[in-house]
């Protein structure tokens, strides 16, 4: 059986996640194989970070990288089942903090969205942009670790390490670097994933302790989903080391593959 809207997070195993390839349509054709640019959806427009600066950065980012043809919406909440099929992967800039009751899609247009993905889309989330659907969790799973009320902190802003474990395709020939960012703790574990950069704890003034995930991948069927926690605001987004690794993933996510 597929995973269904209301399933607790902790009941969520890949093999369960992955069964959604039952009801999913066949894998769309890669249309950017060869010269076409991957369709990127972004979805903003509510947040409790400043969006309206991180967007337009975002924007450039992405426009500027001459890979991606890019579709921003600033009311993603108001999404209908039909709002995915056009893209490659689905970018959440969008976060729901601190209204964390709010359930903004209906059970077709979340059925769409794991369709969607499990029929090989992607999808990508930075830093606050997992910071929504928590009435959902199902897709809290496919975040892999998450901001949790009560559990999850940050200290003052401060320049960090981050340092690529293992060989991902996001991360290969990445050297570690410095970043001056949001340093996010102890994130509540929601659904199955693997770590492919890790922070540096050691120079956060209220605690320290041991790396953190800051890179983060899930799996749905033939769907990839990113978690980068970097990206707090416009200057963690001037950082080249973070711009290398978010193109990376979203292209990774929409693709499988990084072409640099």
Known sequence: MAPTPDMTPRSITLAALSLVLLAAPLARADHHEGEGKIRVLMMTGQNNHN?????????????????FELTISKKPWEFGPDAFAEYDVVFSNWSMWPKLDQDPWDAATKTAYLDHLASGGGMVVMHAGSSIHYQWPTFQALVGKTWTNGVTWHGPKHEFRVTPTGDHPITRGVEPFSIFDELWRDMDPTGPFETHLVADTSQDKRKQGPEEPMLMTTRLGQGRGVNLVLGHDTKSLANPGFQKLFLRSLE??????VRE
Not at 252 to 257: L, M, P, Y
Request: charged content about 25%.
């Open 252 to 257: 990774w996510a929409a693709t499988g593959d």
């Open 51 to 67: 969006w309206k600066a991180t967007t337009p950065v975002l924007k450039e980012l992405i426009e500027g990288s001459g890979r």
